[in-house]
């Protein structure tokens, strides 16, 4: 099911990395969904993508500067106004920085302001993403109520192929919708969900049915779980469950 995002305000930081190319098509499906997408990129992201692109594809320009802006304290009003942080890609450094409360940049300082839910999503080669301190960094960070989008496995920078590939960038806007639905306004209803056509059998062979695809009602059951609810799908067209 598509995102649906209409009037969110997603601040998208981008740290770095060569994954940040995978960014723009985040930032572009944020925009689709129907966000309010602010791209703030950090130096080493700079050196991978140039702003104007994000520039292009966002709802405003780039922000990459805690001084170069009209604005004397940026990192507060885009923590202040922000209902997701989404950080994608999010590298070793910036994960370290997070974890430890650093705020040296316009995207960390934005991290440490918000009150909004964050949302990571982690890229880098599989040793650095083992290491003892990165796995511990991420540790605190969920039980600081961060919600992380592992990565995956697949080919990474320099030919490596291992776990450390930025999740894709479906995946990372599926999350962030879940995310925005966490006020869980539907968790304690339990819904039930009819999907797909009605077969009424003839005998133990042979039944009168019909070819609805079932595709809204699981969609309809997947919105209702994004909100909190627990749903029952029945269906004659089985789909995937709803994944968290």
Known sequence: MTADLGGRRVVLGVSGGIACYKAVEVCRRLVDAGAHVIPVMTEDARR??????????????????????????????????????????????????????????????????TRAPVLVAPAMHTEMREHPAVQENLATLRRRGVSIVDPESGRLAGGDVGEGRLASPERIVEAAAHVLASAADLARLRILVTAGGTREPIDPVRFIGNRSSGKMGHAVAKAAHRRGATVTVVTTTPQLAPQE
């Open 48 to 113: 991978f993508v140039g702003e104007v692109t994000f520039s292009a594809l966002a709802s405003e320009p780039v922000r990459s500067s805690l001084w170069n802006d009209s604005d004397p304290i940026p990192h507060t009003k885009l923590g202040q106004g922000a209902d997701l942080v989404l950080v994608a890609p999010a590298t070793a450094k910036l994960i370290g920085k997070y974890a430890a409360g650093i705020s040296d940049d316009l995207l960390t300082a934005t991290l440490l302001a």
